[in-house]
């Protein structure tokens, strides 16, 4: 069974940090992306980063380009997502999800692409 469980959210001001983690596991495929989605309330689902799990490709919105650092511990596996200059308009509930395939929706972060989800963790920014 893929489980993927969310960790690392909650409340900070306005140009702080977090580091959201995501813990993934019960899959074997063999060229896979993982990805970080938000949706704010009343808002479509948005993708923000994503990374091939083969080889570390990384992939960003442009939205969070230059913020937000995706990585990943292919040994646990976890992938991370490093939030630094944080905004208002970032809060959100951030979730991860992983595409069982390599496809160009994948790596452009449509989550159709994406086959199974987490349960989300909040991230709350102050002004």
């Known amino acids: 069974e893929v489980q993927l469980v969310e960790s690392g959210g909650g409340l900070v001001q306005a140009g702080g940090s977090l580091r959201l983690s995501c813990s993934a596991s019960?899959?074997?495929?063999?060229?896979?992306?993982i990805g970080w989605f938000r949706q704010a309330p009343g808002k479509e689902r948005e993708g923000v980063s994503g990374?091939?799990?083969?080889?570390?490709?990384?992939y960003y919105a442009d939205s969070v380009k230059g913020r937000l650092t995706i990585s990943s511990d292919n040994t646990k596996p976890t992938v991370y997502l490093q939030m630094n200059s944080l905004k208002p308009e970032d809060t959100a509930v951030y979730y991860c999800?992983?595409?069982?395939?390599?496809?160009?929706?994948?790596?452009?972060?449509?989550?159709?692409?994406?086959?199974?989800w987490g349960q989300g963790t909040q991230v709350t920014v102050s002004s």
């Open positions: 990374i091939s799990i083969s080889d570390g490709t990384t």
């Open positions: 019960g899959f074997t495929f063999d060229d896979y992306v």
């Open positions: 999800a992983v595409a069982s395939r390599l496809s160009v929706a994948a790596i452009n972060l449509l989550y159709y692409a994406y086959d199974y």
